[in-house]
């Protein structure tokens, strides 16, 4: 989508106003039929809710133009971001070329958030369809804001980065396995070193020096070898030591190794990379509108399949951090390679917080659904700074608990620990298995997104499929805690 700023378009296809609830009567629509559009409205019992949209045609300056009402709800940042959203579903395949977007009774801020939704909203994927028919195809190109202060305006570059941050996020996540697979991930992310983040890329041999035995158990049963990716960004020159870390899970394919998942619906295990997907987003975004903070991106690649050579269930293998685990399900397999790249990030850059992302456990989607992503973290502050700027951001988390009764639950008779617990409480005994790889004094929060990486139907930013769940979380977490 292309944005565009003009204070009175050439010949837009369509023009889009904002109108919050009940605002109908008051809103400003520059409209030589003005009168005629607020009735036509009002009939339809158009009422300026969030996310409410009402079509129709009117002829301007003697031809015809569509003219779409966006509702506002009350106006806060989210009501005008799903307003933007909803103009670019309606609009994206409808025919129109080219929409205008008036901004009379928007601020700065609101119409900035119209566009973030409308370009958020915009993001697709249909490289691989050759066949799509006419009809379907998008038409929308190009939006055009009539306030020509915005284009250069701090708020919308902002915003803009941050979108294209998720499309990173979203393209990662929706590729299939033949096309991610852990070289072809780092290779796609490379496009951030021209943005100034600095990259480091360990390959098998160097992992098996450090000793990740448990990262590379899950991998030895792919002929794709694995990866671990570091990106670096410090937009503080210096001035904030310890880096904040993001830690993400990248299995670029979970067939569930020997312990193999059973088929139906096993495609959607090409976005078990998602935590990675989201790490790789954010490092994007806060590049992109240089953030002021110091953080690194860490991204644990591995595909999980089953082979001759595969790890087996009662496989015994050594971390980097010197403890054993017993490989109990070779399902169970992100935190193997979590554990390790969660050891390697602590020893390599000695963040003061940890925040690791991953589609970890089915569990979670039996617990919160597709509307929360699950946060288990060592510190309350911690846990409620990432609850408030999910919340903020619309990227929603809910806090778990941890504690030692259900760190028990996974002592191995063999080994120091083993990688499943009983039957009950899935996604925190995965949680604690993580726990088990925090240093003291280390501030870390787990969010298992496993419920909220893919979409089975549209949400007021994105259409089904890929959200880009996390980056708009991590983005805001960084503005409110690094940045103020
Ligand atoms: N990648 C899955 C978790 C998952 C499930 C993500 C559904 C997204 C949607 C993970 O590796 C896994 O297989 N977890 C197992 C753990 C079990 C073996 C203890 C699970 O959740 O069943
Ligand atoms: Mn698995
Ligand atoms: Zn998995």
């Known amino acids: 989508m292309k944005f565009t700023f003009a204070a009175s378009p050439s010949s837009p296809d369509a023009i889009a106003f904002a109108v919050g609830k009940d605002e109908l009567d008051n809103a400003t629509l520059s409209l030589e039929q003005a009168d005629m559009v607020r009735a036509a409205a009002k009939a339809a019992r158009f009422e300026g809710?969030?996310?409410?949209?009402?079509?129709?045609?009117?002829?301007?300056?003697?031809?015809?133009?569509?003219?779409?009402?966006?509702?506002?709800?009350?106006?806060?940042?989210s009501d005008c971001e799903a307003a933007g959203g909803a103009v670019v579903a309606k609009l994206l395949t409808s025919g129109v070329k080219h929409l205008a977007i008036d901004n009379s009774g928007l601020d700065q801020d609101q119409l900035a958030r119209l566009l973030f939704g409308a370009k958020l909203r915009s993001w697709r994927i249909d490289k691989y369809r050759t066949t799509?028919?006419?009809?379907?195809?998008?038409?929308l190109v190009e939006i055009t804001v009539m306030d020509t202060g915005m284009e250069s305006a701090e708020v919308w570059q902002d915003l803009s980065a941050v979108a294209d941050g998720v499309a990173l996020t979203r393209e990662l996540v929706s590729e299939p396995a033949n096309v991610i697979y852990p070289e072809s991930f780092v290779e796609r992310c490379k496009e951030l070193e021209d943005m100034g983040v600095e990259f480091t890329v360990l390959g098998q041999e160097e992992m098996e020096k450090l000793g990740m035995g448990a990262l590379l158990g899950v991998s030895q049963g792919s002929v794709r070898p694995p990866r671990l990716l570091a990106m670096r960004w410090d937009g503080t020159n210096g001035a904030q030591?310890?880096?904040?870390?993001?830690?993400?899970?990248?299995?670029?394919?979970?067939?569930?190794?020997?312990?193999?998942?059973?088929?139906?619906g096993m495609e959607d295990m090409k976005w078990d990379m998602g935590g990675?997907?989201?790490?790789?987003?954010?490092?994007?975004?806060?590049?992109?509108?240089?953030?002021r903070v110091h953080v690194v991106g860490v991204c644990g690649l591995v595909e999980n399949m089953p082979d001759g050579n595969a790890?087996?269930?009662?496989?015994?293998?050594?971390?980097?951090s010197g403890q054993t685990i017993e490989v109990i399900n070779t399902d169970a397999e992100g935190r193997l390679v979590l554990c390790d790249a969660l050891h390697w990030t602590q020893e390599t850059f000695e963040p003061e917080v940890v925040v690791n992302l991953a589609t970890l456990t089915g569990a979670i989607i039996v617990s919160l659904?597709?509307?929360?992503?699950?946060?288990?973290?060592?510190d309350d502050d911690l846990s409620d700074n990432l609850l408030a700027a999910g919340k903020t951001a619309g990227d929603p988390l809910w806090r778990f608990p941890l504690s030692a009764a259900y760190d028990k639950q996974i002592n191995s008779p063999i080994a120091d620990m083993k990688n499943v617990g009983g039957k009950g409480a899935g996604s925190i005994t995965a949680a604690q298995f993580l726990k088990r790889f925090i240093k003291d004094g280390v501030k870390w929060a787990h969010l298992d997104i496993a419920g909220m990486a893919w979409a089975d139907k549209p949400g007021p930013v994105w259409d089904k499929g890929a959200t880009g769940f996390?980056?708009?979380l991590l983005d805001q977490y960084v503005a409110d805690h690094f940045e103020k």
């Open 49 to 77: 809710k969030t996310g409410q949209t009402f079509q129709t045609f009117v002829t301007e300056a003697k031809s015809v133009v569509q003219v779409i009402l966006t509702g506002i709800g009350k106006g806060e940042r």
């Open 132 to 139: 799509m028919p006419e009809q379907n195809k998008p038409t």
């Open 241 to 264: 030591k310890k880096p904040l870390a993001l830690v993400g899970k990248g299995v670029t394919f979970d067939t569930g190794g020997i312990s193999l998942k059973p088929p139906a």
């Open 276 to 291: 990675a997907g989201a790490v790789a987003g954010t490092m994007k975004a806060l590049a992109g509108r240089k953030a």
């Open 311 to 320: 790890q087996r269930p009662g496989d015994v293998v050594k971390s980097m």
């Open 369 to 378: 659904g597709n509307e929360h992503a699950g946060c288990f973290s060592n």
């Open 470 to 472: 996390g980056v708009r």
